[in-house]
């Protein structure tokens, strides 16, 4: 009597799927949004099972990298529960002003994405041609402060972007939105910093500071990335 080979097959099932975009890239100051744009970089993402245990997303078509094609860090074959995730930027370009992220499975719709967004550190470089403000702000407990940034005459929302100081007060804030130029090529923005009264502005670009409007607003040329204190 023979033997017979009785191959068995396996389903993987996807749990839950995560992505982290740009927050300056994901929506526009704007009323017609951008398209949302995943962090390019590979992130240290895992989950975290009851047990403490490290779980990590299912690898790429690339050996030893786990970021998939979309931007999306896979999950699957996991247990019904509660999930806190860990991400990290190793480069330290990115970092995470949201609330930590606890995934409750199984989720209602598995293949649409669970999507948070990341901040650009001041670390980070700015792609040719785009304007952006790698600000300082300067003052006593300048650390961890709220920074928003808008076109003159334009009202801060609750979509209206923002980026935190770091512990020296430095602060990088990319403007990818058109803003209409003054006369002289330069653009009219308002700053506001949460809970300070900014009581001048230095924008170090060789322009003549007397041509400056007083604080909150201030003038930078678009298309490149403008070192800016703010006195607070």
Do not use: C
């Not at 001041?122 to 006593?140: D, E």
């Amino acid at each position: 009597m023979g033997l017979s080979v009785v191959q068995d097959s396996f389903e993987h099932l996807l749990t839950f799927a995560l992505r982290w975009d740009d927050h300056f890239l994901s929506t526009a100051l704007t009323a017609v949004p951008l398209v949302r744009t995943p962090v390019t970089e590979e992130l240290q993402v895992n989950a975290l099972s009851t047990k403490n245990r490290l779980i990590l997303p299912i690898q790429s078509s690339v050996p030893g990298f786990f970021r998939q094609d979309d931007g999306t860090y896979r999950f699957r074959d996991l247990k019904d529960g509660h999930y806190p995730i860990q991400v990290v930027s190793l480069t330290g370009l990115w970092t995470s002003w949201d609330p930590p992220l606890v995934v409750n499975a199984p989720l209602a719709v598995k293949t649409t994405p669970i999507i948070r967004d990341l901040w650009p550190t001041p670390q980070a470089p700015v792609p040719s041609g785009m304007t952006a403000i790698r600000g300082q702000l300067r003052g006593t407990g300048v650390a961890h402060l709220k920074l928003q940034v808008v076109p003159k005459g334009t009202a801060i929302t609750a979509t209206t972007k923002y980026n935190f100081s770091d512990s020296f007060g430095e602060v990088l804030y990319p403007f990818p939105i058109r803003v209409k130029p003054e006369l002289d090529g330069r653009i009219k923005l308002t700053a506001t910093v949460a809970g300070r009264t900014i009581s001048s502005i230095n924008v170090l670009d060789g322009s003549d500071p007397t041509t400056q409007p007083a604080a909150p607003d201030f003038l930078i040329s678009p298309g490149r990335a403008t070192r800016v204190k703010f006195n607070v």
